[in-house]
T-cell receptor
Framework: ETGVTQSPTHLIKTRGQQVTLRCSSQSGHNTVSWYQQALGQGPQFIFQYYREEENGRGNFPPRFSGLQFPNYSSELNVNALELDDSALYLC?????????????FGPGTRLTVT | DAKTTQPTSMDCAEGRAANLPCNHSTISGNEYVYWYRQIHSQGPQYIIHGLKNNETNEMASLIITEDRKSSTLILPHATLRDTAVYYCIVRVAEIQGAQKLVFGQGTRLTINP
């Protein structure tokens, strides 16, 4: 286990609704990244948070937003859910220090949009 | 970030060494090679990374060719629990920039009893 936790484990929502997913980073890590993994595909980078600010974003629309809190935990919010948002959402934490840094992933939240 | 090419799938017998190749012919001088794996329905797991020297840790060894255009991940004594999708990723080790990992399709490694 990596020490990165995510909640909830599974979630079912209806198209048009809003959802909030949560992530607690590994102790000592100050950077959180979010990824979306559709069935049969590799994870895709959504965005990253460092010092409570967005620090890089992938090719996702503004209805995907996030927060990072002073304790480095993070939330991913998705508004106006679409069927294609059904996926495994992964959170990864790392330490923003000099040099190469590995990311440690949580178990993910499986979101189903009906 | 440089693109990587990996075989879609591989098989290996339990107890044997599993050698997973990765081509990254357009890698830049400041890009590292990372390997992650994802066991079914779990989050990806970091395995190892390297720049130009061979690296070894408790999980695996990473062999990078002298021209850095390809690498091989070696699991020395594969077990059934090593069955997973293995991702080879190359990226720059930035200080302030986003630590974005670009995942391809990976190699589905099946360890057979």
């Amino acid at each position: 286990e990596t020490g990165v936790t995510q909640s909830p484990t599974h979630l079912i929502k209806t198209r048009g609704q809003q959802v909030t997913l949560r992530c607690s980073s590994q102790s000592g890590h100050n950077t959180v990244s979010w990824y979306q993994q559709a069935l049969g595909q590799g994870p895709q980078f959504i965005f990253q948070y460092y010092r409570e600010e967005e620090n890089g974003r992938g090719n996702f629309p503004p209805r995907f937003s996030g927060l990072q809190f002073p304790n480095y935990s993070s939330e991913l919010n998705v508004n106006a859910l679409e069927l294609d948002d059904s996926a495994l959402y992964l959170c990864a934490s790392s330490s923003l220090r000099e040099g190469p840094r590995e990311q440690y992933f949580g178990p993910g939240t499986r979101l189903t949009v009906t | 970030d440089a693109k990587t090419t990996q075989p879609t799938s591989m098989d290996c017998a339990e107890g044997r060494a599993a050698n997973l190749p990765c081509n990254h012919s357009t890698i830049s001088g400041n890009e590292y090679v990372y390997w992650y794996r994802q066991i079914h329905s779990q989050g990806p797991q970091y395995i190892i990374h390297g720049l130009k020297n061979n690296e070894t840790n408790e999980m695996a060894s990473l062999i990078i060719t002298e021209d850095r255009k390809s690498s091989t991940l070696i699991l020395p004594h594969a077990t059934l629990r090593d069955t997973a999708v293995y991702y080879c990723i190359v990226r720059v080790a930035e200080i302030q920039g986003a630590q974005k990992l670009v995942f391809g399709q990976g190699t589905r490694l099946t360890i057979n009893p």
